[in-house]
C-alpha cells in the first residue's frame, strides 16, 4: 500500500519523515533515509492508537506491504525580520510546507481531525494527571522548559498556528495559567476546523506557507510530540 510521506531536513539536526494523510503520524532520523524507515513502524503504532480509540478503524493495511511516496522534501532555513537568509542564531526558522498541504480540507479529514485531536488531547491530560504543583513547575537538566512550560508552550503555539491564517482571537485574551490555555484554544480550533472545509486559502506570513492541512499537521504532531516529551522526563 502506498502511502504519501513528506521529510522535513535540518528540524534540530535531525529529519522528520510526515506520512501527510495521517495527521499526527510522523517519525524522526538522522538522514531521510532513517526518517522514512522509522516513519513504517510509527504509521504501525498509529494506527494501533486510532484502534484503541475506534475499532472500526479508517486506516487498515500490512506493514510488510507500505510503501511512501515521497511528496516533497523540504530543508528548514532560517531569515531575519529583512526576509534574508541567515543562520540559525540570528534568524527564524522557515518549515515545511508540502504540496500535499496545499489540499483543502474534505469533510472527512476534518471528521477524523477532530477525531485525533480529542485524543491526543486525552494522552495528554492522562499523562500530567496527578502531578503535584512541585512536580510541574520542576526544571530539568538541558531542558527548556518545566512540565508547566511546556503545557503552555503547546496550547500558546496551537494559538500561533490560526493566527497564521488570521483565524485566531486576540493575543490578549490568551490565558496565561496553562491549563486554561490548552482548552480554550483547543475549544477555538475544534470550532474553526469545520468551517475550513473546501478552503483553499494559503497564506504567507513572515516567509512561511501556511494552509488549513498545513495547521493540522502541525498541531497534531506538536502534541503528540509534547506527550512523549513529558513521558521521557517523568
Not at 93 to 115: C, M, N, Q, R, T
Not at 145 to 157: C, D, F, N
Request: aromatic residues 12%; hydrophobic residues 40%.
Amino acid at each position: 500500500m502506498d502511502f504519501r510521506a513528506g521529510v522535513e531536513n535540518n528540524n534540530e539536526g535531525r529529519s522528520i519523515a510526515w506520512a501527510l494523510e495521517h495527521p499526527g503520524c510522523f517519525a524522526y532520523g538522522m538522514s531521510v533515509d532513517a526518517a522514512l524507515s522509522n516513519l513504517k513502524g510509527s504509521l504501525d503504532k498509529y494506527a494501533g492508537w486510532i484502534l484503541h480509540h475506534e475499532p472500526r478503524t479508517w486506516l487498515s493495511f500490512a506493514v510488510d506491504d507500505v510503501d511512501f511516496i515521497v511528496d516533497g522534501i523540504w530543508d528548514v532555513y532560517y531569515i531575519n525580520d529583512s526576509m534574508e537568509k541567515v543562520n540559525e542564531a540570528t534568524g527564524y526558522s522557515v518549515e515545511s510546507f508540502f504540496p500535499y498541504d496545499w489540499k483543502p480540507l474534505e469533510a472527512i479529514d476534518i471528521e477524523h481531525g477532530l477525531k485525533l485531536l480529542a485524543w491526543s488531547r486525552e494522552d495528554l491530560l492522562k499523562t500530567v494527571k496527578g502531578l503535584s504543583p512541585e512536580k510541574l513547575e520542576a526544571t530539568y537538566m538541558g531542558e527548556r522548559w518545566s512540565i508547566s512550560g511546556i503545557l503552555g508552550h503547546t496550547g500558546g503555539a496551537e494559538w500561533w498556528y490560526l493566527d497564521r491564517l488570521g483565524l485566531a482571537f486576540p493575543r490578549k485574551d490568551v490565558p496565561e495559567e496553562p491549563m486554561k490555555r490548552l482548552e480554550k484554544v483547543r475549544e477555538h480550533l475544534n470550532a474553526t476546523l469545520p468551517k475550513l472545509e473546501g478552503v483553499k486559502q494559503v497564506l504567507g506570513v513572515d516567509g512561511e506557507f501556511w494552509s488549513p492541512r498545513k495547521i493540522l499537521r502541525r498541531a497534531l504532531w506538536h502534541e503528540r510530540d509534547h506527550v512523549v516529551h513529558i513521558k521521557k522526563l517523568l
